[in-house]
């Protein structure tokens, strides 16, 4: 490197073996090798165009590959049957309906699951065993059902690398899917975690709880509508609840609040990203008692409400997005009745 | 000559190429990791920024409807409009673009540190080894007169990248490593520290052979880019005050990512506290 006259350069061997080493951390650590599979999957017409804005964000469903938009809001029929093994073999039958829905069909008892490389490599489970291995993979990272189907899909071991390295890397050992699964092996990272991933998404879509105590009406739904400050017509991105200033806002899922600012049409607000591409926009609060960065667990207060911002009443205006796009908050979780 | 020697003799002309990438490779990951905080960094003054328009805004309107200028209903149509203009999914995305080109725009300005041409300094007289360490130091603290912005920010932010990139770097070794030890039952315990150490000694080796010739020849290079640009400066105080501000602004973006870089500091300290748990 340095500009010397280099008659007698040696060590290019292990030149070559540094910049080999370095080109590998390149393709694992970066956003450059899921954009250059993502080409090479393309070039192969196996899948969409890389978006490399998508990646480089490293968040939510557009880094992890989850498809949130296939996603039906409401819950799909589950049968007895499946209830019932789901219950007999110990496991939340909402799970098993997630596994169901997102990787794979059921008829007979059997279920085909796109190949978990861990459970089977032929691709054919029966659900019995599915539901059992799935229960002792959660025993094995003290009954956390979500540890447990990410180790069914990348292994055990690899998986509880990944959490050791993330816990050391996050303050005071609080981690998510998409930060330990960037600890994973790429191949692993890319390929069967991301199928945990799409579980893991609907799972927490399921199980959203509404941010504030039940019994509020909704004074302005999610949709079109005619702005009652600046009078444009455009969509409302959220649903607006008619709460008292003061009422405690929680979080609807285990995440992390990853914005608290002030906006002039917003007022105070806050970000909590729930991961796999689930974020919660709340504005118009008198106070945030979370910090950015905070990790918050599902129902754990973070603010409280208020009338800041361009309003005409204290409310407040919850914005759910899934992949980005603003969805209606209350097609998920628990919602309260419209006025 | 057997093809083992040819292939050695070829890899050897090629050493200083290799390292090169190497370096790149190294400066990208840096940079990178840089990315973990640099957009929030954005994020928070571009919502700095549109609060201030924003508060600007209907101030402006109020004092036009004092003054008669506009009706009240106008005004705050008028300002409400304005404050909706960029809502905050919009922010969030602009800081994200805004944190990207930055990324991107400081690798490349880097690659003209790392590849750009530079005069070949003399080699010393004296073969002893004391004498070419002495004079190294002497060719390298000549290369920083005059001192300017660009040559005090950049090499040592460059050292801050590479130590960052490091960090990452030995993240995936380690991942690469604990896999293959995992292969074999009887070192499946042994596995995670034995990783974390083979991670920890790869970054240093990296350290070793890149680190200080890529740093010692971004200044080189600087040195030359200084060289270059005397031409223009021109004369007097001003002619001066140029001279040692040369590169700010190239200088203000790299040491200001190198920044990011430092303050994300989980990867090695992680990777040190793991290797340490070995004992």
Same mark, same amino acid.
């Given at each position: ?58 968040? =939510? ?93 990348? =292994? ?18 609080? &981690? ?15 390929? /069967? ?17 509404? /941010? &504030? ?7 302005? /739904? ?27 806002? &929680? ?23 729930? =991961? ?59 919602? /309260?009745?419209?006025? | ?11 050897? $002309? ?33 919502? @700095? ?15 036009? !409807? ?12 008028? *300002?409400? @409009? *304005? ?54 130091? !002497? ?11 660009? $040559? ?34 009887? *070192? $499946? ?31 080189? $290079?600087?040195?030359? @880019? ?17 001279? @040692? ?18 303050? !994300?500091?989980?990867?090695? *300290? ?10």
């Amino acid at each position: 490197m340095a500009p010397r006259a280099d008659k007698q350069a040696r060590g290019g061997l292990f030149d070559l073996a540094v910049m080999v080493a370095l080109l590998y951390a390149v393709y694992a650590m970066t956003p450059f090798g899921a954009v250059t599979e993502g080409a090479i999957r393309w070039a192969r017409g196996e899948g969409q165009r890389p978006d490399l804005f998508a990646t480089f964000k490293g968040r =939510g469903a557009a880094a992890t590959g989850v498809k949130l938009g296939g996603i039906q809001p409401r819950r799909a029929a589950m049968g007895d049957d499946i209830r019932r093994e789901a219950g007999a073999a110990g496991v939340d039958a909402e799970w098993v309906a997630a596994l169901v829905e997102a990787r794979g069909q059921c008829s007979d008892g059997h279920c085909t699951v796109d190949s978990p490389p861990t459970v089977a490599s032929t691709g054919e489970l029966p659900l019995a065993e599915a539901l059992a291995a799935w229960g002792a993979s959660a025993e094995a990272f003290d009954g956390d059902e979500q540890l447990g189907l990410e180790a069914l899909f990348v =292994g055990e071991a690899p998986l509880r690398q990944a959490l050791t390295k993330a816990n050391a890397h996050e303050q005071g050992g609080a &981690t998510s899917p998409e930060i330990h699964g960037a600890h994973l092996p790429p191949a692993l990272a890319r390929g /069967p975690f991301r199928a945990a991933l799409e579980i893991i998404a609907i799972y927490r879509l399921r199980t959203l709880t509404w /941010p &504030t105590a039940l019994g509020f009406p909704i004074t302005s /739904p999610f949709g079109e509508r005619t702005h009652p400050v600046t009078g444009q017509t455009k969509l409302h991105n959220g649903v607006d609840v008619g709460c008292p200033t003061g009422t405690p806002i &929680t979080a609807a899922q285990r995440g992390r609040v990853s914005r608290v600012g002030a906006d002039a049409y917003c007022g105070t607000y806050m970000k909590v990203d729930y =991961g796999t591409g689930i974020e919660a926009t709340f504005c118009h609060l008198s106070k945030a008692t979370a910090k950015a960065g905070q990790w918050v667990s599902q129902g754990e207060a973070v603010a409280l409400s208020g009338a800041t911002g361009r309003i005409t009443g204290p409310h407040l205006h919850y914005t759910l997005r899934l992949a980005g796009e603003p969805v209606d908050a209350l097609a998920y979780g628990w919602a /309260p009745k419209l006025d | 000559m057997g093809l083992a020697s040819y292939l050695q003799a070829s890899l050897n $002309r090629r050493s200083r190429g290799l390292r090169r990438i190497a370096a790149l490779c190294l400066l990208l990951l840096g940079v990178h990791t840089a990315g973990d905080r640099l957009d929030d960094v954005i994020f928070a003054a571009v919502d @700095r920024v549109d609060l201030a328009i924003d508060s600007a805004l209907w101030h402006l309107s109020d004092a036009l !409807t004092s003054a008669g200028l506009l009706s009240e209903a106008t005004a705050a149509h008028g *300002a409400s @409009r *304005a404050t909706a203009w960029v809502d905050l999914a919009e922010k969030d995305a602009l800081s994200l673009w805004l944190a990207l080109i930055a990324e991107l725009l400081t690798v490349l300005l880097l690659l003209d540190f790392v590849w750009g041409p530079r005069r070949p300094a003399r080699p010393p007289k004296d073969p002893a080894l004391w004498a070419q360490l002495r004079h190294s130091i !002497t060719l390298t603290l000549a290369q920083l007169r005059p001192l300017d912005v660009e $040559r005090l920010i950049v090499p040592p932010a460059m050292l801050i990248l590479c130590l960052g990139g490091l960090g990452v770097t030995a993240l995936a070794l380690e991942t690469a490593a604990a896999q293959l030890i995992g292969r074999a039952a009887w *070192a $499946r315990s042994a596995a995670p520290a034995a990783a974390a150490w083979v991670g920890l000694l790869s970054g240093l080796l990296l350290l070793g052979r890149v680190v200080p010739a890529m740093v010692e020849g971004a200044l080189f $290079r600087a040195a030359e @880019r200084a060289e270059g640009g005397d031409v223009k400066r021109g004369m007097g105080w001003r002619g001066a005050l140029r001279q @040692r501000l040369r590169g700010w602004p190239r200088a203000l973006l790299i040491g200001g990512v190198a920044l990011m870089a430092a303050l !994300t500091h989980g990867p090695l *300290a992680g990777l040190l506290s793991r290797a340490a748990g070995a004992f």
